[in-house]
């Protein structure tokens, strides 16, 4: 048991595991992508819980090659240190036809449509994953908020939120047909400074990068050319979360890709993005 | 928390409210909508921060749950804005399950409508105790006392059928922060709380750790050299050093060890932890078993009452298989019986006999299952009280447990008991079963429907689990009695065999159907007595139709071979039919068609084939 201070921790702790466990009991083919942003290193943390030190499922990272160059290197240096089964997911043909944003040949949404979503889904398809765990959490953004901890996508991974199967008392979705790939969300209730606070009580390590340097941090991870660091002189957890407490922008704000219209971020979800 | 109402009775305008007047706007959020309400030519749509979906802010209506974080100066919130359009039940109730308390919406102008009712009597089957009702829209009735008043009487009347103890009546109105965070002089004659006071007095429920243990069993994992128990202490407490009994194997050993990673040493684990646990001796434990102490059992049973709400597209239907997912147990189970349909919005039961739930009904049923499942009463513990029916691949309703009946459980010391002490007696046959053995005694012209109503019941109560047999003249003359003529004492013998076989049977548990003409008085009191010496019910039921209907139907031909001489002494022409003078029931098959008789004879029957 913890103090006072992270009690309300340990009820989204004690729910995270319990779905963790869920997935890796209902699903053989199971995988977790892990984006080595904050909460991605939070849901692989959660994972170390509910499995005793142990990581039983690989762990998908999608790399567009665009991605912060620390990034990659405390990737590398957490798969040796924690034993994880890391699978790089690229869309190879993309990058070599030249066919992205910072090339100029793609608007933003149309570069993360093509390096990020089709990317994931030629791994899932070349591996047969039947499900990935993902770290996404409601109070991300509006579309987001409407999902399920159980929720299914379609043989060409689209996602029908209009009809979703009811989820209640902790009775997950667990049948499907054949071909029908599932996204399980453990993070779903938790809130972003509720990801800081665990950080903190857990002392879980994370890339430098969101910490202040020269008055800037980064408060979301993407790829460079899209993700703009924020003024800000936490250059600790603790900092973070006090400054967290006060602002009233949002945490997607500083990608890019969302703003290019009204609905950018949510025709790029309902048609398989994380 | 989540905030319920009928359609348009302005759940999203008020949650877009509150997150306003508690300043928990993301900065520019509402020149956002402001924007993107001009650039449709309207007015500011304080909905629109809820609906954040292009497909909702088209149809106007909130089609999934949505959730929204605020605080004010006491606790932080989540606010689950759950729709109110009927055809979106199932994510009404995905979003209300996980909430700790309610808000239900009333329009004053509007009043209490069929979602109103209907949200409500939901709330109280999810088990949420803590209900605020909010009547919004004041404005529309320029804050007329009397209108409040009026609703308030209503709806609380309402509630009280439900055994919901509303916390708290406000008026307010949400597009103008009437009564949100401070008094409104408009509505002076209003004494209560203002909504964020009200939220900030409720409650932040206990997981419930001091009532009986419950730790449902999701895995076993072996992790270096470990066999640890994975799973969630639903209910109660376990340390250290408890002696635990796993329903429904009940083979008990006694904890060892509470695992964790990263985390300081447990001596105990309670209500709400996701656990592993080691035991001292091993013994076969699997996903499915729940963890208990031995003086708090839990109910195990593959037979039980419950009401279940239904969400399926497809009905809930009799005689189809469905799949009961109850803590982490997992097994095919049956529809019984379907014993009530509740009109969730009237609260009327119907008992009209039915074969089917529909979608967005609440029914009380009876529900078989392939094997033992473990269980409580819904009102001595929640969690391990409720469960969902998938049908196919879709979770498609959820129910609550009731009725059901706690044995003494004594730890077994001795491995050698004997056979002996354990004679099977008719009580056993019955819990087993599920419902008594019983005697239906169809009597009645030769052609007036015996038959057909026997084999339609019969099918009626097998496709509802039940043990059920028609024993008819094919099945006996041709074997047991076929040492009998017609003449009137075979006759007689006839008759008294089949009530000696009817009885073993009925003892045996089965609910025996007997199809005979049967046509003197005496034989029938005979066989009712028979019947009577072994305790069992006799339920005489006269089938009837004029002889002209009867020789015109001639289903056997037999009527034509007797008034060609061809068969002597036949029943109704040239042997007696001695009328029934107090049967059970009378089935007027001439007159009534064979699926109103069979219905007939099922409501007469199914009551007394319930065991209470």
């Not at chain 1, 692989?44 to 142990?54: S, Y």
């Not at chain 2, 001596?267 to 592993?276: D, K, L, M, P, W």
């Not at chain 2, 349909?341 to 979608?359: C, G, H, N, P």
């Amino acid at each position: 048991m913890t103090g006072a201070k992270f009690r309300h921790l340990d009820a989204l702790e004690n729910q995270s595991v319990y779905i963790l466990r869920e997935a890796h009991r209902k699903f053989k083919r199971l995988a977790m992508l892990w984006s080595i942003g904050k909460d991605s290193s939070v849901l692989l943390w959660l994972a170390r819980k509910a499995f005793f030190g142990h990581v039983p499922m690989p762990c998908v990272h999608v790399d567009t090659s665009y991605k912060i160059p620390e990034m990659i290197q405390f990737r590398d240096e957490k798969v040796r240190e924690w034993n994880i089964d890391l699978i790089v997911g690229q869309n190879k043909a993309a990058l070599a036809a030249g066919r992205t944003f910072p090339n100029g040949a793609l608007t933003r949404v149309e570069c993360c449509g093509l390096l990020k979503k089709d990317a994931l889904q030629q791994v899932i398809e070349e591996k047969d994953y039947q499900a990935v765990i993902v770290g996404i959490r409601r109070d991300e953004e509006g579309t987001r908020a409407k999902e399920r901890y159980f929720s299914p996508r379609d043989r060409n991974f689209e996602w029908n939120f209009k009809d979703q199967p009811p989820e209640l008392w902790d009775q997950f979705k667990t049948d499907f047909d054949p071909g029908t790939h599932i996204r399980i969300h453990p993070l779903l209730h938790w809130t972003e400074i509720n990801v800081w606070e665990y950080i903190e009580r857990e002392k879980i390590p994370i890339v430098d990068l969101y910490f202040a340097k020269d008055g800037f941090r980064y408060r979301s991870l993407g790829c460079a050319p899209c993700t703009k660091p924020v003024p800000s002189q936490a250059t600790t957890v603790a900092e973070i979360i006090e400054e967290l407490r006060e602002t009233k922008v949002s945490e997607r704000s500083t990608r890019a890709q969302d703003q290019e219209s009204e609905d950018a971020f949510e025709r790029l979800r309902a048609s398989g993005y994380m | 928390m989540v905030i319920v109402g009928h359609v348009d009775h302005g759940k999203s305008t008020l949650v877009g409210r509150l997150l306003y007047e508690t300043g928990s706007l993301p900065d520019g959020k509402f020149e956002q909508i402001q924007t993107v309400c001009r650039r449709r030519g309207m007015q500011f749509e304080w909905a629109f921060l809820m609906d954040a979906l292009q497909a909702e802010r088209d149809q106007n209506i909130t089609i999934d749950v949505s959730q929204i974080w605020f605080k004010t100066r006491r606790r932080n919130y989540v606010i689950i804005d759950a729709p109110g359009h009927k055809e979106f039940l199932k994510n009404m109730v995905s979003g209300a399950a996980s909430a700790d308390a309610a808000l239900l919406l009333i329009d004053a102008h509007e009043g209490i409508q069929e979602q109103s009712r209907r949200h409500a009597y939901l709330l109280s089957l999810l088990g949420i105790r803590q209900v605020v009702v909010v009547v919004n829209k004041m404005d529309l009735v320029n804050f007329d006392q009397a209108v409040f008043t009026r609703i308030e009487a209503d709806y609380r009347d309402f509630l009280r059928q439900l055994n919901v103890q509303p916390l708290q009546f406000l008026p307010i109105a949400a597009r103008d922060g009437v009564n949100m965070v401070t008094p409104d002089p408009r509505t002076s004659w209003y004494e209560g709380p203002t909504l964020i006071q009200m939220l900030d007095d409720l409650e932040q429920p206990v997981p419930p750790a001091d009532l009986p243990l419950r730790f449902a069993v999701q895995d076993v994992y072996r992790f270096d050299r470990r066999r640890i128990l994975a799973g969630r202490i639903e209910s109660g407490t376990l340390r250290v050093g408890d002696t635990v009994v796993f329903a429904p194997s009940n083979k008990e050993s006694v904890v060892a060890s509470i695992e964790v990673w990263n985390a300081a040493q447990r001596s105990a684990v309670s209500a709400g932890e996701s656990v592993g646990i080691t035991l001292r001796e091993q013994i076969f434990v699997e996903r499915g078993s729940v963890g208990n102490h031995i003086d708090q059992m839990p109910i195990e049973t593959n037979r039980f009452r419950a009401r279940v709400f239904w969400m399926g597209d497809r009905p809930l239907s009799l005689a189809k298989k469905y799949k009961i997912k109850l803590l982490t147990q997992e097994i095919e189970c049956q529809l019984a019986s379907i014993d009530q349909v509740i009109d969730a919005s009237t609260l009327e039961a119907s008992s009209a006999i039915r074969r089917t739930v529909e979608k967005n009904e609440v029914a009380e049923v009876t529900i078989q299952s392939r094997g033992p499942l473990v269980m409580d009463n819904y009102d001595r513990l929640q969690t391990s009280g409720r469960f969902v029916l998938v049908d196919g691949n879709d979770v498609a309703g959820g129910g609550v447990i009731f009725g059901g009946v706690y044995l003494v459980h004594k730890q077994v010391k001795s491995s050698n008991i004997t056979w002996s002490e354990s004679h099977i007696r008719y009580r056993d046959r019955v819990e087993r079963n599920g419902h008594p053995g019983l005697v239906v005694w169809m009597t009645g012209l030769s052609g007036s429907g015996k038959s057909t109503l026997a084999r339609a019941l019969e099918k009626e109560l097998f496709e509802r689990q039940m043990q059920a047999y028609v024993l008819d003249g094919d099945n006996m003359r041709h074997g047991l009695n076929s040492n009998l003529s017609f003449s009137p004492e075979d006759r007689v013998e006839n008759i008294r065999r089949v009530a000696e076989v009817a009885k073993l049977m009925a003892d045996a548990g089965v609910i025996t159907v007997t199809s005979f003409i049967s046509p003197y008085r005496l034989d029938r009191v005979r066989a009712r007595e028979i019947v009577a010496s072994s305790g069992v019910e006799f339920v005489e039921v006269y089938v009837s139709a004029p002889l002209e209907v009867c020789e015109k139907r001639d289903p056997k031909n037999l009527y034509r071979k007797a008034r060609a001489g061809e068969i002597k002494g036949f029943t109704g022409l040239d042997a007696p039919y001695e009328i029934p003078e107090n049967p059970e029931l009378v089935l007027e098959t001439s007159e009534e068609s064979a699926e109103a008789c069979l219905e007939q004879l099922l409501e007469f029957l199914l009551p007394r084939l319930r065991v209470d």
